[in-house]
């Protein structure tokens, strides 16, 4: 099997158009075309976890930090990157990264490994996207209704929140006049013809729209297809940043924090004042989430807990809600094992190993 069989896959959960504009996930280094060997799983390609595919003989890093994020301009090994970029050309081993699109999805996804670990239910994602569904209105003739619509099914369109299969159909009629040129399924040239059809509607997320399109295409019956495609200003509920959720029954705040850090191995938390006395509604984020600071206060969380909080962030809490800092490493380290059981479920023809490196650069005393 082919390094690009894993990229695809991967990148049918997690697609790289839901990556944040700074971010540079996807196959960073090597060819899509070489056959695995076996994959190494990290959350950073650093030279440490390189070395250690060489001698396992993984000739594919899936991480989640990319290791290039930024243009290089030369490759003379004076830092890490390019030394890890260097040495991986040389050694035929490819490197794959899924970050921030892997961050915004809602399924199978980084937060919702945390909330995973931390038992909560009730999960919806804290701050939704918007901009990144769409919807498609097509003309069908009566009869290839049904036909039209389960084959949108087949490839993704028409999922609404937990429900799937949703569409919406009127009844109208249709009419066109085929010229000389054409090869009509109903009707004659150079008549005008009507005919009976519906007008078909479902929603899709606008990374699908290219195959949503294609389906249609291949599915409907006429020679020439009449639809529409809007993009729509609701948000999507599957897709954004962060994740609230809630713990089966509330917690004492400290009792709450111990828990915490022993289910995210955390060597230590920074956290506000405890505004709070116990804990049920949490609202966290993998990574660096200062930035949705309002959006846990808006969806009344007691607690947000993510990592990189920098010391004048932390006055922001205003005794509204309590910031749990558990580190950006410690946060996200979940990653591993989550690409772990979305490979092993998919590819059992070669070896997938996690790293034995941690990868943390902070050390605590």
């Known amino acids: 099997m082919k390094i690009k069989a894993v990229v695809e896959y991967l990148e049918s959960i997690a697609p790289r158009s839901l990556q944040e504009s ?15 060997t076996g994959i190494l799983i990290a959350l950073d390609t650093i030279e440490a976890v390189l070395e ?4 396992k003989g ?4 899936v991480a989640h930090h990319p290791i290039v994020f930024g243009g290089l301009k030369s490759f003379t090994g004076k830092n890490y990157v390019e030394r890890v970029i ?14 921030t699109n892997l961050d915004n999805v809602y399924r199978n996804g ?20 918007k901009g990144l569904l769409k919807k498609l209105s097509v003309f069908v003739p009566v009869d290839a209704t049904e036909r039209i619509k389960n084959a949108l099914f087949e490839v993704g369109a028409g999922s609404i929140g937990n429900y799937s299969e949703c569409s919406f159909r009127t009844e109208g009629l249709g009419s066109f006049k085929a010229n000389s040129s054409s090869n009509p399924t109903v009707g004659k040239i150079g008549t005008q013809h009507q005919e009976k059809e519906h007008k078909l509607e479902v929603v899709f997320p606008a990374y699908l ?7 249609l295409i291949q599915a409907h019956p006429y020679e020439e297809v009449a639809y529409d495609v809007y993009t729509l200003d609701n948000v999507h509920q599957e897709i954004g940043s962060g994740l609230v959720g809630e713990l089966e029954e509330p917690m004492e705040t400290r009792a709450f924090l111990n828990m915490l850090k022993q289910n995210m191995q955390a060597e230590g938390i920074r956290y506000t004042a405890l505004c709070k ?6 609202a966290l984020c993998g990574g660096a ?10 969806a009344q969380a007691d607690i947000f807990i993510t990592g990189d909080y920098k010391y004048h962030q932390f006055f922001d809490a205003e005794n509204r809600i309590i910031i749990a800092d558990i580190g950006h490493y410690e946060s996200e380290q979940y990653t591993i094992e989550l690409f772990y059981e979305l490979l092993t479920q998919k590819f059992r023809n070669f070896a997938i190993h996690c790293t034995e490196v941690n990868t943390n650069p902070i050390n605590y005393l």
Do not use: M, W
Not at 22 to 36: E, M, R, S, T
């Open 209 to 215: 729209q290219s195959t949503i399109v294609r389906s």
């Open 22 to 36: 700074y971010d540079n996930a996807g196959l960073i280094v090597g060819d899509k075309n070489i056959v695995v």
């Open 277 to 282: 006395k116990e804990i049920k509604r949490v």
């Open 110 to 129: 980084v937060n919702g490994k945390i909330a995973e670990k931390l038992g909560l239910t009730k999960t919806q994602i804290l701050n939704p996207k």
């Open 86 to 99: 260097i040495k991986a050309i040389k050694n035929d081993i490819a490197i794959y990264a899924a970050h």
């Open 52 to 55: 250690e595919a060489i001698e």
């Open 58 to 61: 993984c000739n594919l890093i």
């Open 289 to 298: 989430g200062s930035f949705l600071l309002r959006n846990a206060i808006g």
